[in-house]
């Protein structure tokens, strides 16, 4: 998925077992989704605690993070690192793969295929992608300041 493709439609659960349908969510405004490769993992933690953090900062967009660690895993995390917006469980990764972020031949040397890279997406309202960051290596970070400026315009 690139800037200016239609944003593949979904519907997975969240941390408090919801149900989350993105193209109902766009009827609010701007979703950005941050693709994060695992719950209680260093640079995941990095990412979500400096985004919650900063969350009035993303305009009043819906942020939600989403990797392949089941609902209650989620759930747990979110308490433990007191972040304030939902996690979403791609657990059988096709959101992931859908999006073009999820590790095809496994994530480095333990060779698993059910993860996703770290990626960050913009959707405007009107389901187009506004922004988009794909990243090979899951230790860095995506452009936060790129995706603030990027919902600025919406």
């Known amino acids: 998925m690139k800037k200016g493709d239609q944003a593949p439609d979904f519907k997975i659960f969240s941390d408090a077992a919801r149900p989350f349908h993105l193209s109902k969510q766009l009827e609010s405004g701007p979703v950005v989704l ?3 490769p695992a719950a209680f993992t260093g640079v995941c933690t990095t990412e979500l605690n400096t985004v919650n953090m900063d969350l ?20 747990e995390y ?15 990764a096709d959101v992931s793969l859908a999006y073009g972020c999820k590790y095809i031949d496994g994530f ?4 698993l295929s059910r993860i996703s890279k770290r990626a960050a997406f913009v959707v405007a309202p009107d389901g187009v992608i506004a922004y988009a960051e794909i990243l090979e ?9 790129a995706i603030k400026s990027t919902i600025s315009t919406l």
């Open 108 to 111: 480095t040397f333990m060779k």
């Open 56 to 75: 009035e900062a993303y305009g009043g967009a819906t942020v939600v993070g989403v990797s392949t660690d089941a609902p209650f895993t989620l759930a």
């Open 78 to 92: 979110k308490k433990v690192n007191g972040l304030t917006f939902p996690l979403l469980s791609d657990h059988d």
């Open 34 to 36: 941050l693709f994060f």
């Open 137 to 145: 290596n899951a230790g860095d970070q995506p452009d936060l300041d």
